[in-house]
């Protein structure tokens, strides 16, 4: 299928249905798939069910389980239903979830039913109570249906969404040591689907990968661009999702055609995957975004799998993807220095500026703006971080990155660092200060200072620096089960230093320098 004019991204399953409602829609390895026609009329059912608790065009809607034919039907449920969808990570801390939910007053809650008693425990200390939808398990869609048990014979979407209505929030990390939602409509994910369809040129035959979660944003090319186009989705749950022999089985076994994730995962499946042993002939597409690729180990994946095109996609939640690069067919064994983020995507448009807003040359560093219609609309309930996020330059509102590249004569953007204390990690971008906001929760934690170090596997390791009170040892085993609970995963320093005293500056402050030169 070619492309399809529509204003919403729940009018892309309304589109496939039509078009090719006995082709499959999602499938779930070893458990089970759906087609089209099933996975709209199970979206319906949910969509039904969630108007009966009182959700409403404009309300948001909580996603909470594990990835899943459940989760895409429940997803688009809620934008049948007028809503924005609200995913959170399953495997995060409770508190965590319970937090956002409550920071974007959800109207309800689509969950497993492990989950609802540490959610409700949350709840009970705020009187916080939306209603849930809850499913008994998370797999091949038979759970929601039967949690949802709604007669579709006469369902109906609300009326369809503005391209201007909010779509879905996505959590990041906070400088605050609080998520912050960024508030994606349907126009923003559309223009940048349309934008895939165009670079990518998906087609109904082909097979995607889902490996990224819902609740990050690479998983926004996954689902709609696959089923903008009637192609297969192939969820790929997340404890196999980091299991190398199993992963590059799966990804043959599947016959994929579409591979989407961080370069973590490919460094992983490049050293220890044993990708010599599958058939890789229906792959053709390899995009990787969210953090440095390491020239050797792409270099190594590109030699045992080389017939895909390999592209390195750039850019935070607030624009997901805004520049583009296609790796050379061949890689200079002398080349050491990642590829560049390349230029700007053409639904978009970019600036480099100095530190007071004002222009730079042509290979001179500066801080990378996008604008564009696939730029978010600012954060959710934070007006004022909404107003600093931006920069006005020519009658046009410029979205600050925050990361510092350099533009090259060829037009393409070469990445230099971050501007704030933001690090990219796994493919998450994680605020260092929600770390040390974490770790401060420990009773026995004085003060706690966390840097971040490069490296070259991990792409960064967080090393905390952290005092005692009453100059008391900690153990680091303790200390790494305690952030499990108070943590994601991702966040989890790899190392803790326990010091007598931080550095400070001058002005008392703590200086963030002399540890980062210490690590």
């Known amino acids: 299928m070619s492309t399809q004019s529509v204003l919403s991204l729940s009018g892309l399953l309304d589109g496939s249905a039509s078009l090719f409602p006995h082709r499959t829609a999602v499938v779930l390895p070893d458990v089970g798939s759906v087609s089209y026609a099933e996975l709209r009329e199970l979206a319906l059912s949910t969509a039904m069910r969630l108007r009966a608790l009182g959700v409403s065009p404009g309300d948001r809607v909580g996603i909470y389980m594990d990835k899943s034919v459940d989760a895409v039907a429940s997803i688009f449920g809620v934008m049948y239903a007028g809503a924005a969808y609200v995913p959170v990570d399953p495997s995060a801390p409770v508190s965590r979830c319970a937090y956002i939910f409550q920071d974007c007053e959800v109207s309800a809650v689509v969950l497993t039913r492990d989950l609802v008693a540490g959610l409700r425990s949350e709840f009970s200390e705020t009187g916080f109570a939306p209603p849930m939808v809850e499913l008994e398990a998370a797999g091949d869609g038979s759970a929601l249906r039967a949690a949802v048990g709604v007669d579709t014979a006469d369902a109906m979407p609300a009326e369809a969404p503005d391209p201007s209505d909010l779509a879905y929030i996505l959590y990041t990390s906070g400088s605050t040591g609080r998520p912050k939602g960024v508030m994606l409509t349907h126009e923003n994910a559309l ?224 990445f230099v660092g971050r501007r704030d204390r933001m690090v990219k990690r796994r493919g998450h971008r994680i605020e260092l200060g929600e770390v040390e906001a974490g770790l401060y929760r420990h009773p026995l934690i004085k003060e706690v200072a966390v840097v971040a170090a490069p490296d070259e596997h991990a792409g960064v390791r967080i090393k905390a620096f952290l005092t005692s009170r009453d100059g008391e040892r900690m153990s680091v085993l303790d200390l790494k089960r305690f952030c499990a609970e108070v943590l994601p995963s991702a966040m989890v320093p790899d190392s803790f230093h326990q010091i007598e005293a931080l550095p400070k500056t001058s002005t008392d402050k703590v200086d963030y320098q002399r540890l980062t030169e210490t690590a």
Not at 263 to 290: H, K, N, W
Not at 319 to 338: D, L, S
Not at 350 to 358: A, H, L
């Open 191 to 414: 223009t940048f689907v349309d934008w895939c369809s165009e670079i990518f040129q998906p087609s109904e035959e082909d097979r995607f990968a889902s490996h990224a979660p819902f609740h990050f944003d690479l998983s926004i090319l996954d689902l709609y661009v696959s089923l903008k186009h009637g192609a297969a989705l192939v969820l790929i749950p997340s404890e196999s999702g980091r299991e190398p022999t199993g992963l590059a089985r799966l990804i043959a076994e599947q016959r994929l055609t579409m591979w989407y994730s961080a370069p973590s995962i490919l460094s992983m499946l490049a050293q220890y995957g044993r990708l010599e042993e599958q058939d890789y002939s229906t792959l053709r597409m390899v995009l990787f975004a969210g953090e440095v690729f390491p020239v050797k180990h792409l270099r190594t994946l590109k030699s045992l799998i080389p017939g895909p095109r390999y592209f390195n996609l750039y850019g935070p939640t607030e624009t997901n993807v805004c520049t583009f690069y296609e790796i050379p067919a061949e890689i200079a064994e002398a080349r050491v220095i990642p590829f560049p983020i390349g230029k700007v995507c053409s639904h978009l448009d970019g600036i480099v500026v100095d530190e007071s807003g004002g222009s730079v040359t042509v290979g001179e560093e500066g801080e990378l703006c996008i604008t564009g219609p696939g730029v978010m609309q600012g954060y959710w309930n934070l007006p004022e971080r909404s107003t600093t996020a931006f920069l006005e330059a020519d009658g046009r509102r410029w979205y600050r990155t925050g990361d510092i590249v350099i533009e090259e004569p060829s037009g393409d953007y070469l």
